[in-house]
């Protein structure tokens, strides 16, 4: 079974260009993440997704970022414009939303942005 | 509101030396506290979940162990392909993950 699938896997852009990134989780995983990860941090968690719904969205700066997860499947992160400090690695990581795994992540392996 | 912090930052060891990670948490209602393994250029993959002081887990050459404020990582005689970042996470009830920074693990041939 293919694991949750990112892209692109990189990205360069100059400042105030868009940029969009991708997701596709895993095969029934009601709940989907996206989480921003600078040099030398942890995940810090954009927005979460139970099926089409946003249900935590209070880290996501608004102003320029927007994420949209239609169908309750895929789901796309946007900037718009991008600044410098955007760049970073941006992992999607989805779970079930009930059982076992209910709150074990697994992730993609990342899109990292350089804003230049 | 919850916090983690990890120790040491980064941390090189021969191969076959035995070491600790440390991860201290702050957090109110714990539902569980999560260890990941990334490797460069690559998303984190879990590796153990504890839910309770006294809680122990076991992979291979890692031990995980729980208290009430902080959890450790035990490497038994590590392998170079041990090399990795590892972090720890914690979730109270009906809130997010929350990660630490990281501890960047180096093992030595």
């Known amino acids: 079974e293919a694991g949750v699938v990112q892209s692109p896997r990189y990205k360069i852009i100059e400042k105030k260009q868009p940029v969009a990134f991708w997701c596709n989780p895993i095969s029934g995983h009601n709940t989907l993440y996206w989480y921003r990860q600078n040099l030398g941090q942890g995940p810090e968690l954009l927005i979460r997704y139970e099926n089409e719904e946003a249900v935590d969205d209070s880290q996501l700066p608004k102003d320029r970022f927007s994420a949209e997860r239609l169908k309750g499947v895929d789901s796309t992160l946007k900037i718009q414009p991008a600044e410098l400090g955007d760049s970073a690695v941006y992992l999607c990581?989805?779970?079930?939303?009930?059982?076992?795994?209910?709150?074990?992540?697994?992730f993609g392996a990342g899109s990292r942005l350089t804003v230049l | 509101e919850d916090q983690v912090t990890q120790s040491p930052e980064a941390l090189r060891l021969q191969e076959g030396e035995s070491s600790s990670l440390n991860c201290s948490y702050t957090v109110s209602g714990l539902r569980g506290l999560f260890w990941y393994r990334q490797d460069p250029g690559k998303g984190p993959e879990f590796l153990f979940t504890l839910y309770s002081a006294g809680e122990e887990k076991e992979k291979e050459r890692l031990k995980a162990t729980l208290t009430k404020k902080e959890s450790f990582l035990h490497i038994t005689a590590p392998k170079p392909e041990d090399s990795a970042t590892y972090l720890c996470?914690?979730?109270?009830?009906?809130?997010?993950?929350?990660f630490g920074p990281g501890t960047r693990l180096s093992v030595l041939p």
């Open positions: 996470a914690v979730q109270a009830y009906g809130q997010n993950f929350v």
């Open positions: 990581a989805s779970s079930p939303r009930t059982g076992a795994g209910a709150n074990v992540l697994t």
